[in-house]
């Protein structure tokens, strides 16, 4: 006799159709690459961030290489970001007091009661700007030992140096070398680029004046010191380090033909 192996009709479209709706499921249900879980997570949200208005980094319409910065951290992430310019001691409040998500241009740990990042975006040179017959000869930060010294008003320059000086503090850089000027001040402390601007406007005859270097200082974003804010740094941290790593911040300071690469 022979023998024969029976086999039984199968109903393919029956098998088929639970199959398929299983692996939905599973597809449905599985679990998002980090990045893309919080791209999904942060849809929708807005963050503002608050800045003092400086050429080329922070323009009152949302230009400026220190914006662009910021939104090629956060934007993929799914935020939506909002900009806006004061002075930098209003910055500094509106974040303090938890109005604003983040401000931009603080050195770091200058600002009680925020949350300061491990990654600065940029650094600028500080300088003295002075008259000659005041300081003949510039020998460093001991040249303005006991001299009356003034910067704008929130910036605490006298935290970041091992001089003792009389402090003055001006609402402006413009009243700050007015009053240089007239000899009611030694020296203005501000950042290099800033003073120089400044000079270009035409108000001041930049010839009276001598300008010297004394430290480079980071600057960094802070965030509100709040659970939301920690997370905010966190992934700026991680986002910034992937542009860096990437080439494309440097791109990024190129394109805007900035002076030097801080990093």
Do not use: C
């Not at 961030?49 to 951290?73: C, N, P, Q």
């Amino acid at each position: 006799m022979i023998g024969f192996t029976w086999t039984p009709f199968l109903n393919t479209q029956s098998i088929k159709l639970p199959i398929l709706f299983s692996l939905l499921l599973t597809s449905f249900f599985a679990p998002l690459p980090a990045y893309a879980a919080a791209e999904n997570q942060n849809q929708n949200q807005e963050i503002t961030i608050v800045s003092e208005a400086w050429t080329d980094a922070t323009h009152k319409d949302g230009s400026g290489l220190y914006f662009d910065i910021m939104r090629e951290v956060f934007e993929p992430l799914g935020y939506k970001l909002n900009f806006l310019t004061t002075t930098y001691s209003r910055s500094v409040y509106l974040v303090q007091s938890k109005k604003m998500h983040a401000f931009l241009g603080s050195y770091i740990d200058e600002q009680e009661n925020v949350l300061y990042p491990y990654w600065h975006f940029d650094a600028e040179q500080v300088a003295a700007v002075y008259k000659y017959t005041v300081i003949p000869e510039w020998q460093g930060e001991q040249s303005l030992h006991g001299k009356t010294v003034a910067w704008v008003k929130g910036y605490d320059y006298n935290e970041y140096m091992g001089t003792t000086v009389n402090i003055r503090e001006v609402k402006s850089r413009r009243q700050g070398l007015t009053m240089l000027y007239s000899d009611r001040l030694d020296a203005l402390i501000d950042a290099r680029s800033e003073i120089e601007e400044e000079f270009e406007k035409g108000n001041i005859d930049r010839n009276a004046f001598i300008i010297s270097n004394f430290i480079d200082l980071k600057l960094y974003p802070a965030f509100t010191n709040t659970p939301q804010g920690e997370e905010l740094r966190r992934l700026y941290d991680e986002g910034f380090e992937e542009l860096l790593h990437s080439g494309k911040l440097k791109t990024m300071f190129e394109d805007y033909e900035w002076d030097y690469f801080p990093f």
